[in-house]
T-cell receptor, first 112, second 113 residues
Framework: NAGVTQTPKFQVLKTGQSMTLQCAQD?????MYWYRQDPGMGLRLIYY???????DKGEVPNGYNVSRLNKREFSLRLESAAPSQTSVYFC???????????FGPGTRLLVL | GNSVTQMEGPVTLSEEAFLTINCTYT??????LFWYVQYPGEGLQLLLK?????DKGSNKGFEATYRKETTSFHLEKGSVQVSDSAVYFC????????????FGRGTQLTVWP
């Protein structure tokens, strides 16, 4: 079982470029989440999807969009990257909203 | 609102020392409480959890007790090992939100042989 996988592992962007972070889970979970982790801060929720076909904003959604492509996949898009979006991004999933969340290994993003 | 305050790090200990990492919380409703661990270069893993007052979560020698009267969920281990070196995050899940986790800032633990 791969669990939660994320691609890419590491990415460097220039200001204004766009990119999509991919996340997939093979646990047949209904709920998926995107967090960012910044130095000295805990993880902060960007967006979540309680079930296939639904998405909702979290604590820090500005500058991001998401797509719940199907039950397995939940992507995060940066339309015009900014240096403030330099961070480590984690995807997580849970069987149902409110259940234990399982995290992927993270994507380290550097925006110059 | 919901928030978690966690002991500032880093924490450096010798092998076999006793570990305490303090965590206090503010929450509406009846939250569930969690400790997650992040080993170098990896994602977060659930270490233990407690879902109601006076519950004790335990795993791999780590323990934490959900104390409603002091709004605390301190992590303890009687004898740490070098392999316990990691970042530890306290988190809560509010009773009224759709599974959203609120994290503390994390505490870096380094254990020396």
């Amino acid at each position: 079982n791969a669990g939660v996988t994320q691609t890419p592992k590491f990415q460097v962007l220039k200001t204004g470029q766009s990119m999509t972070l991919q996340c997939a889970q093979d646990m047949n979970h209904n709920s998926m989440y995107w967090y960012r982790q910044d130095p000295g801060m805990g993880l902060r929720l960007i967006y979540y999807s309680a079930s296939e076909g639904t998405t909702d904003k979290g604590e820090v959604p500005n500058g991001y969009n998401v797509s719940r492509l199907n039950k397995r996949e939940f992507s995060l898009r940066l339309e015009s990257a900014a240096p403030s979006q330099t961070s480590v991004y984690f995807c997580a999933s849970s069987e149902l909203a409110g259940e234990t969340q399982y995290f992927g290994p993270g994507t380290r993003l550097l925006v110059l | 609102g919901n928030s978690v305050t966690q002991m500032e790090g880093p924490v450096t200990l010798s092998e076999e020392a006793f570990l305490t990492i303090n965590c206090t919380y503010t929450a509406t409703g009846y939250p569930s409480l969690f400790w997650y661990v992040q080993y170098p270069g990896e994602g977060l893993q659930l270490l233990l959890k407690a879902t109601k007052a006076d519950d004790k979560g335990s795993n791999k020698g780590f323990e934490a007790t959900y104390r409603k009267e002091t709004t605390s969920f301190h992590l303890e281990k009687g004898s740490v090992q070098v392999s316990d070196s990691a970042v530890y995050f306290c988190a809560l899940r509010g009773g009224s939100t759709l599974g959203r986790l609120y994290f503390g800032r994390g505490t870096q633990l380094t254990v020396w042989p």
